[in-house]
């Protein structure tokens, strides 16, 4: 890691505030914390104060450490040790920073430095002349497919050549940096391929010509360069394999109807069949015992896995109390789990434990 230090004393100011609308963000930051931690605001702040004077100065890390009543040192640490900030005067107008990673430096990122080279100066964090613009090299800034890039401030710009580098270096030394659009400075969206798409192009035909001869959905796919070779007619079959696997083998036409018919008998054809079929009846001896209803009900919904449409019907069925539940016995919870049909819940809910300690109450 290289060695980060604050700038001379020279060229330090004596004295740093945020300004009006600063101080209303920087205190929003420090609202977000809890009192006892609003040291962690320090980074937002050092970052606004950078905004506001383009680098971190001696006396904004003083004043951030004064807003958050922490030791000077704990700021100075934060402020050395991350280089998001620029701990000595950069650009006025616009720092350059240049992706340097393998995929921008592949596409001619070093191309790029050698241009901030001969624009700005020959040294990293140097200005040019007039103070207006400085440079450096980055790592990676996150947009590897439209390399190389660039990122001033919190903007990039991407696909670049040497050209329009120095297009927007012009921009930015008149004060025009604003004209420049962020993001691809070539023909795309976004980091969509630069030719254009080349998937996910087919066209859905109109509902009026959607339908088919044999009444099947039909799309129109768009032209490709490459045609889909013919099969060989020797893998072309008129009959339709027989199915003879010792997993299981189809069932014949006969046993099939045999077993329709068992089921029609039966009342289970259907699902509701079927569930009609298992519901208890309502005089069996499992049936747990009922009561009136109270002058103040138990509120049932208080078990978990019970709302306000199954305590209804709980209530129809004369249970009003925890203490009727607390007391069912394993017949009389599968009575209410088949007539409720829900297959193990109440056992899985642990209604009757649930029950007993809400009585205890």
């Known amino acids: 890691m290289s060695v980060r230090r604050l700038a001379d004393e020279n060229v330090q100011p004596e004295s740093f505030k945020f300004n009006r609308e600063n101080s209303s963000v920087a205190k929003g930051w420090i609202k977000k914390y809890p009192k006892e931690r609003k040291a962690s605001a320090v980074i937002p702040l050092l970052m606004i104060a950078q905004e506001q004077e383009g680098w971190v100065t001696k006396a904004s890390i003083e004043h951030v450490a004064g807003m958050l009543e922490i030791p000077y040192i704990r700021v100075l640490e934060v402020a050395t040790f991350y280089t998001q900030f620029m701990l000595k005067p950069v650009g006025s107008r616009a720092h350059i920073q240049v992706c340097g990673t393998t995929p921008c430096m592949l596409r001619g990122s070093e191309k790029l430095m050698a241009v901030c080279k001969r624009r700005i100066n020959q040294s990293q964090f140097e200005t040019n002349e007039a103070g207006t613009l400085s440079w450096e090299e980055v790592e990676c800034q996150g947009a590897c497919v439209n390399a190389p890039m660039i990122m001033v401030a919190k903007d990039t710009y991407e696909d670049l050549t040497e050209e329009r580098l120095e297009e927007i270096l012009d921009a930015f030394e008149a004060g025009n940096g604003n004209d420049i659009k962020p993001g691809p400075q070539i023909d795309r969206i976004y980091s969509a391929p630069a030719g254009g798409m080349t998937t996910l192009q087919t066209e859905i035909v109109p509902s009026t010509a959607r339908k088919s001869k044999a009444g099947k959905s039909e799309f129109k796919k768009q032209p490709s360069s490459a045609t889909k070779p013919a099969r060989p007619a020797s893998h072309v079959s008129t009959t339709a394999p027989a199915v003879d696997t010792p997993v299981g083998k189809r069932k014949s036409a006969e046993a099939q109807q045999k077993e329709k018919a068992a089921r029609a008998k039966a009342g289970t054809h259907s ?91």
Not at 279 to 300: G, I, T, V
Not at 325 to 344: N, S
């Open 271 to 361: 699902p509701k069949g079927r569930q009609a079929a298992a519901a208890p009846s309502l005089d069996d001896k499992n049936r747990p015992p009922q009561m009136q209803k109270p002058a103040s009900a138990d509120d049932l919904k208080r078990i978990s896995g019970v709302g306000p449409k199954l305590e209804g019907v709980l209530n129809d069925l004369g249970i009003y109390t925890f203490a009727q539940i607390a007391k069912w016995k394993k017949a009389e919870r599968d009575w209410v789990d088949g007539y409720l049909r829900f297959k193990g819940r109440i056992e899985r809910d642990n209604w009757v434990k649930q029950a007993k300690e809400l009585a205890k109450e």
